[in-house]
């Protein structure tokens, strides 16, 4: 069978190995039917197999759910710079760790250092895969075996089990709770402090505020305290953006550069957070605590590669110039774009939405939406935004009907609607051309 002269063109496309299992799978199927023996009807059915088998898993999405920074649909997008120098990264050997002055080994994170010692001012930076692996190899290098004092309204779980006390566990350290779930003073600290100590840490409550009657120690009543005893102070930031976010309207979430000009000893922070790079864990502070963690035997295991390395570098070039962060970094711009931007993409896909939905019997239109930051950051402030909103029965049908397209759209189901909200939308063009001249109905 595999030599049917119908097949010849999948041999092709596809290489024999596949074609012989799917042969396999139509034998197995068609037994005892007339039909197995029929060529034409066997190439057509193998060809439709191997095309959902060669589909790539990981698809690219329209991520219109409103939240910018979506985890599970990947966060942030990388900036063409980025793009650019992780292709050239890719296709050819580099100097990684090379130092081409002297032909001799250089250090992967001195692409970083520079950088983020001019962003954030701290005296050395150091790379690893993400921010729950900063964290973890902080503490493994600084508190192994010793006491880490945490206040308990920091202790913080954020999404796919990550949780500060598993972690402080994982890494060898004692985690010392403090004050309670809403109050922490630094008498709180102070009284903690014991000969087992190693360090004090701070951790940026990402994901949820405590309102009311709360009170935490910021960084600055933190530091001298810590300064007296000789210990480090640890902060993990979560998000950690490198510039504030007031200026493009959005309220305050602090900056790396913030926390290591309180006394900070080490930050760490995401890099595919805020910051809009590719996933890493960006570790900043105190030379002689970064040279430290960077000889830790685990950074070996966490470290980046040159990948990643080269889009995480491209993309801190960008801050050098702020004022052209919005042009040319998407998370800032799509966190920046202005609610009657996001209005004019709405006006201008309501008409192709209407036909593509007509058969469906749902009314589209345009309403005002709240969006999201994600990944934690700002967890309670939501940004003003436009959807297109569909309204009528089945709409769990037509959200997969959504997701059925060949570019899936995500949506997000609330109050009685399905909503695709704009601020998200990265490509106009090939949304609008994916839904013009198309029915799209619920399944
Ligand atoms: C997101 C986050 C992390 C984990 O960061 P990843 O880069 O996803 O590993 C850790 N701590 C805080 C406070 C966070 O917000």
Not at 56 to 79: K, Y
Not at 97 to 107: I, N, P, S, T, V
Request: hydrophobic fraction near 50%; glycine fraction near 8%.
């Amino acid at each position: 069978m595999a030599n049917w002269p119908a097949l010849a063109a999948l041999v092709a496309r596809a290489g024999r190995p596949l074609v012989v299992e799917a042969l396999r799978a139509w034998a197995d199927e068609k037994r005892g039917s007339d039909e197995v023996g029929d060529e034409a009807a066997c190439a057509r059915w193998c060809a439709a197999r191997l095309a959902r088998l060669v589909e790539p898993s990981q698809r690219r999405v329209f991520n219109l759910t409103g939240t910018v920074l979506h985890t599970n649909l990947g966060r942030a997008l990388l900036a063409e710079e980025a793009i650019a120098a992780a292709v050239e990264a890719m296709r050819s050997p580099t100097t990684l760790e090379y130092d081409l002055a002297d032909g001799g080994r250089g250090e992967r994170d001195d692409h970083v250092g520079p950088w983020l010692h001019r962003l954030t001012g701290a005296e050395a930076a150091c790379a690893v895969n993400n921010n729950a692996a900063a964290v973890l190899l902080v503490l493994a290098a600084m508190a192994q075996g010793r006491e880490v004092i945490v206040s308990r309204g920091e202790l913080i779980e954020i999404g796919g089990a990550f949780r500060i006390p598993d972690i402080m566990a994982r890494a060898g350290c004692r985690l010392v709770e403090v004050g309670t779930t809403n109050r922490t003073h630094l008498k709180d600290y102070a009284e903690a402090i014991g000969p087992d100590t190693a360090a004090i840490m701070k951790v940026h409550p990402s994901n949820y505020a405590v309102t009311g009657f709360s009170k935490s120690v910021s960084a600055a009543e933190l530091v001298p305290l810590a300064r007296e005893k000789g210990l480090p102070v640890i902060e993990d930031l979560g998000s950690g953006t490198l510039v504030d976010l007031e200026t493009w309207g959005l309220p305050h979430e602090p900056t790396a550069r913030e926390a290591i000009e309180a006394g900070i000893d080490v930050v760490t922070f995401s890099g595919d957070k805020l910051l809009g790079g590719p996933q890493a864990g960006l570790v900043v502070g105190r030379r002689d605590w970064i040279s430290r963690i960077a000889r830790h035997p685990m950074k070996r295991a966490l470290r980046l590669d040159k990948v990643r390395l080269a889009a995480l570098e491209a993309t801190l070039r960008l801050y050098a110039d702020p004022a052209r962060l919005v042009e040319r970094l998407p998370t800032v711009r799509a966190l920046a774009r202005p609610a009657a931007d996001i209005r004019a993409i709405a006006e201008r896909l309501l008409p192709v939405a209407k036909r593509a939905f007509a058969k469906a019997g749902v009314a589209v239109a345009i309403e005002e939406s709240r969006g999201q930051i994600g990944s934690g950051a700002l967890p309670v402030d939501l940004l003003p935004s436009f959807a297109l909103t569909l309204r009528g029965k089945k709409l769990d049908g037509l959200a997969a009907a959504l997701r059925g397209l060949p570019i899936p759209v995500i949506g997000r189901i609330a109050d009685g609607a399905l909503w695709l909200d704009l601020r998200t939308l990265d490509d106009e063009a090939a949304f609008a051309a994916q839904l013009d001249g198309r029915d799209v109905v619920a399944v």
